[in-house]
């Protein structure tokens, strides 16, 4: 029977037990250990492992094996072993009298058993994630293969396999009779027809050369830690054969995509790694998409053959229902854009026929019809700027406008610049596009299609709209919908003989629904519609979406208009700049290289977060958005307190500092108010308020009038303690100074162990007696205590929670010694514990001084010192104190605005509900994931501490860095902090709600699942 044809592998099969195993591997390899069966499809293959910790791989080929085809496989890892991969592929282990193949009889039946080195390894099946890295080292890893036997040969090599691509039509055909279900079968027959069509005449002028033929998701070894992920292995070369070259790419793109949100980045992570190590031509990549579809094709009508025969063996089942899924998803796939994206890959433009396009329009710029009624080649049009950072639309937003609001700011800029039309850019990213309409699936999130691929063109709704030059009709449409297209004209053109692209006008008047007939002639200059209103155009400002389409990918009445970040580079090749047709001269330069140009004017000092910096320019409430429109859930920034943009905050800012801003030397309504509206949520002896720019300042200031008030000098802090930046606060803050670039702290410098209940030197009930005990000790040893400065929670101690005790005995201690207690509220105040609106308050304390920074301004640079009236008094001896820009009006404004939010959006409370969901979900991992150590914190300042042993409770500081740039990429920002640099640190805006929590929480369960992180 031919291999093509259908059959059942039972009656071949080996069927060695693991005692038999043990035996071969014993008498024929000199290898003693016990042998564990592993799953395959028609051979046996067993794991042997010595007590020693050695281990071989036994793979007992089916009954009627030819010698030659495992000959095959020998000289072929012989040739691989002269290669740089050599390490990556198996060694063949030599058996009785130097031979590679030994004969043993297992049920009556003669089988071939071969002994080979076992590589480690995770499957790629099991490995998550699968990172686009990894894809591309695969595919690379498939390209040296690949070139290293272009020129191999053997006798073996063209046998007939029904798993060589080349073959496929005849096996699908042969084994589509056992798929049962209707709708599947049409399916297959549809992958089927297509590629019988375009791309089984085209397979024998491709190249071709041995292949590895099969690396699907359980023959690929992945070695996975914190700092990267790579192919550790390519196993099970009985797959070998001459065929096709490029099925090697389409078979691993099959297995790589399967159950892949994002299969075609998926499949192009293997394309760009294969094509830096061996050049794909034009040819190979035009047939890639279908060989892929065939694969999935062969794969799932072979399955339900087999299943039939074998209804008990799941491992033949085993990539079934994720290939029926893929074949799904293809099939909504069309070929011509598969084929952008793998030439993209390639680092080669996406789609070709543009440069011809663009070529025949640049040679004759200025001579196409206006598409409105002013040649825009003779005037200058207003480039409006409707990207991610506009400042533009930020007011709009801020006031609410809407369209309207809109389309009133742009009659008012066209005015006031004297032009005739506005105009968006092409290359744009946008914030405009929101909801369903415009989201696109990701395998770490979703992402926004956010790139603009044409240009806009803003007139009053009933503008005509013209041609600019003759085409037919290629598409008429209604595209109804908040926010889409309205009525849509799209108009094919020929120029010339074999150039065809296309134009589509976007947002029209309906009219030109009938007006206007598909098929068609237009003329150039001929009208073809009007700009529609807002009523028809889905919501917009009067515009035209002006748009060329060099292919339109099966589409009709309409066409993408914008496109996500991550396949920008396709679309906007498919869709190249229309600003030649338009007569348009675009005033945007290419932007600088910002990571580039930071390094070279500012500070190495000056720290980056994230291994790929994020340029930011927009933040919204909770989340944060990069120059491309990708939008990050933030929960780590706690300076915009009630959130990013706060509307009545950017209000109040704006509207002061349009009326006065000045210093304190002159008296001020809006000065003494936010005194008076501060202090009263103090208790009652904190009665004196001084304001400042910073936390840092606050500091300062605190320790100028504690230093005054006593006479002494000497500063009690703790370990792991952080209060400021500047030179006199860096001596007192333990986590700089007695970290990487520290120095040995200056003599007034006292420093109190960390109350670390969980990883400190004291735990149980009495530690924060304990803790407390040590202050006691450090002020005794001081000569003139001044001050103890410290958190009420430790930020970058790691988020810690000292124990019940520690503070209130603390700050009897330092009295005791004369000293002022001074509480830190920089970054844990206005609410963000829940139930106190200061930290301090839930240790049952008060402070003689309190330090307030930055959520006290969200964000705008406004800080506070509140203290007793006897230590204000005590500082105003003669030395006047003076702040330029401490207290001034417009910060003031925004302080009371910020308070004003708290109140009336029930913030506290706000941080109190979510924070416990946080907190609950966050034990539940713990439950799940032994590497969260510990789970503490109050409110909406929370740490995770990550551990590489409960029992030892030792930092997993890699680990936790490893967390914080995965959760990046599934867009959630968080940090980390503590000594040991291994405490997950989650402080938001505390208009965080449950939604965004559960979010946070889901994706921080997928990252500490994934292979990096297994024990």
């Known amino acids: 029977m ?7 592998l039972r009656e071949h099969r080996p069927n060695a037990s693991g005692t038999d195993a043990s035996h071969i591997a014993r008498e024929h390899f000199a290898f003693e250990g016990e042998a564990r069966e592993l799953p395959s499809e028609r051979d046996q293959n067993f794991l042997i492992a010595a007590p020693d910790g050695q281990r071989r791989l036994l793979k007992i080929a089916q009954h009627g094996e030819e010698p030659a ?35 043993v009889a297992i049920e009556g039946r003669e089988h071939l058993v071969r002994c080979f080195s076992w590589l480690p390894g995770e499957p790629l099946a099991t490995t998550r994630p699968h990172a686009h890295a990894l894809l591309t080292d695969l595919g690379a890893l498939l390209g040296i293969v690949d070139r290293a036997l272009a020129d191999f040969t053997h006798p073996a090599m063209r046998r007939k396999l029904r798993w060589d691509l080349a073959h496929a039509s005849a096996v699908v055909h042969a084994h589509l009779p056992a798929v049962e279900e209707a709708s599947k079968r049409e399916l297959v027959e549809r992958h089927l027809a297509r590629f019988e069509a375009d791309t089984a005449p085209r397979l024998p002028g491709l190249r071709r050369g041995v292949i590895h033929n099969d690396a699907n998701d359980h023959n690929v070894l992945v070695r996975s830690s914190t700092a990267d992920q790579i192919v550790r292995g390519l196993i099970d070369f009985g797959d070998l054969v001459h065929t096709t070259t490029v099925c090697e790419v389409a078979i691993a793109a099959t297995y790589a995509m399967l159950d892949k949100r994002d299969p075609l980045g998926a499949a192009a992570a293997i394309v760009r790694g294969y094509d830096r190590e061996n050049t794909l031509d034009d040819g190979e990549l035009a047939a890639l998409f279908d060989l892929i579809a065939m694969r999935a094709c062969t794969s799932v009508t072979i399955s339900a053959h087999q299943r039939r025969g074998e209804p008990d063996n799941e491992y033949l089942g085993v990539s079934e229902e994720a290939a029926w899924r893929l074949l799904e998803l293809l099939d909504t796939i069309h070929p011509d854009l598969a084929l952008a994206t793998f030439r993209a890959a390639c680092g080669r433009e996406a789609c070709p026929r543009s440069a011809r396009v663009q070529a025949w329009i640049q040679a004759r710029r200025g001579t196409f019809a206006p598409v409105l009624d002013v040649d825009l080649s003779s005037t200058d049009a207003l480039w409006l700027d409707l990207s991610v950072g506009s400042s533009m639309l930020a007011e709009l937003e801020l006031a609410d406008g809407g369209p309207d609001g809109l389309e009133r700011e742009v009659e008012r800029r066209v005015a006031r610049a004297g032009a005739s039309v506005a105009a968006g850019r092409w290359n744009e990213a946008r914030p405009l596009y929101l909801g369903a309409l415009y989201d696109v699936d990701g395998d770490d999130r979703s992402e926004a299609r956010t790139v603009h691929l044409g240009v806009d063109l803003f007139r009053p709704a009933g503008t005509p709209v013209h041609a600019p030059l003759d085409g037919w009709v290629h598409g008429l449409r209604e595209n109804e919908g908040r926010l889409d297209y309205g009525p849509t004209v799209i108009l094919r053109h020929e120029p010339e003989p074999g150039l065809v692209f296309y134009t589509l006008y976007g947002h029209l008047a309906r009219p030109c629904l009938t007006t206007l007939a598909v098929g068609q002639r237009v003329r150039a200059g001929e009208p073809l519609a009007t700009l529609g209103d807002a009523s028809v155009n889905g919501g917009w400002t009067p515009h035209v979406h002006f748009q060329v389409v060099t292919n339109l990918l099966g589409h009709r009445g309409e066409f993408p208009g914008v496109a996500a ?21 675009t005033d945007r330069p290419a932007p600088a290289p910002l990571a580039a140009q930071r390094a070279r004017h500012l500070s190495h000092a000056l720290s980056l977060a994230y291994a790929a910096p994020l340029a930011i320019v927009r933040g919204r ?35 002061q500092m349009a009326v006065l801003n000045t210093n304190t030397r002159y008296l001020h309504p809006l000065l003494a108010e936010y005194a008076e509206r501060l202090l009263a949520t103090f208790p009652p002896s904190l009665e004196v308020c001084f304001f400042v720019n910073s936390g840092s300042e606050a500091n300062e200031l605190a320790l100028r009038l504690a230093r005054t008030h006593t006479g002494a000098r000497d500063v009690v802090v703790l370990e792991g303690g952080y209060h400021g930046n500047t030179g006199g606060l860096v001596e007192l803050s333990e986590y700089k100074f007695g970290g990487a670039g520290g120095f040995d702290p200056p003599g007034h410098v006292h420093v109190a162990p960390l109350p670390d209940p969980y990883r400190g030197r004291h735990r149980g009930e009495d530690a924060g007696e304990r803790y407390a005990e040590h202050v006691r000790e450090v002020c005794d040893g001081a000569p003139n205590v001044a001050a103890f400065l410290s958190e009420a929670l430790l930020g970058c101690g ?3 929670v000292p124990p019940s005790g520690f503070l209130e005995r603390a700050y009897q201690h330092v009295r005791a010694a004369g000293g002022l207690c001074i509480a830190d509220e920089v970054q844990i105040g206005f609410g963000r514990v829940g139930s106190r609106f200061w930290a301090f308050e839930e240790h049952g304390v008060v402070p003689d001084v309190v330090t307030l920074g930055k959520p ?20 105003a001896n003669g030395m006047e104190y003076f702040n330029t820009f401490g207290g001034n009006p417009v910060s003031c404004a925004i302080g009371l605005a910020v308070l004003d939010v708290i109140q009336s959006e029930a913030l506290q409370e706000n941080a109190l509900r979510v924070g416990e969901h946080l907190l609950g979900g966050l034990r539940g991992l713990q439950e799940r994931f032994e590497m969260i150590g510990d789970v503490r914190g109050r409110g909406l300042y929370i740490g995770a501490e990550l551990v590489t042993s409960r029992t030892e409770r030792t930092p997993a500081a890699a680990e936790a860095a490893y967390v914080v740039e995965r959760m990046k990429d599934k867009g959630v920002l968080i940090s980390i902090d503590g000594p040991d640099h291994n405490v997950l640190k989650i402080k938001p805006p505390i208009v965080f709600s449950i939604e965004n929590a559960s979010r946070l929480l889901a994706a921080l369960e997928e990252v500490l699942g994934e292979s990096p992180l297994a024990r």
């Open 2 to 8: 031919s291999d093509l044809a259908p059959s059942s």
């Open 69 to 103: 085809v495992l000959d095959l496989q020998h000289r072929v890892l012989e040739r691989l072993a002269q290669t740089p991969i050599a390490a990556r592929v198996p060694v063949v282990i030599t058996g009785d009298d130097d031979g590679e193949i030994v004969a």
């Open 565 to 585: 970040d991550r396949d920008a580079d396709v679309w906007l090749s498919i869709s190249p700049d229309p600003c030649g047709l338009l007569g348009l001269d």
């Open 621 to 655: 409430g909770t989340h944060l958005y990069d120059d491309r429109g990708r939008a990050f859930l933030d929960a780590v920034n706690n300076v915009p307190h009630v959130g990013h943009a706060h509307p009545a905050v950017v209000r109040a800012g704006r509207e």
């Open 798 to 800: 790691g988020q810690i």
């Open 856 to 875: 006290i301004g969200n964000g705008h640079p406004l800080g506070a010192v509140v203290t007793t009236r006897a230590v204000a008094e005590s500082f």
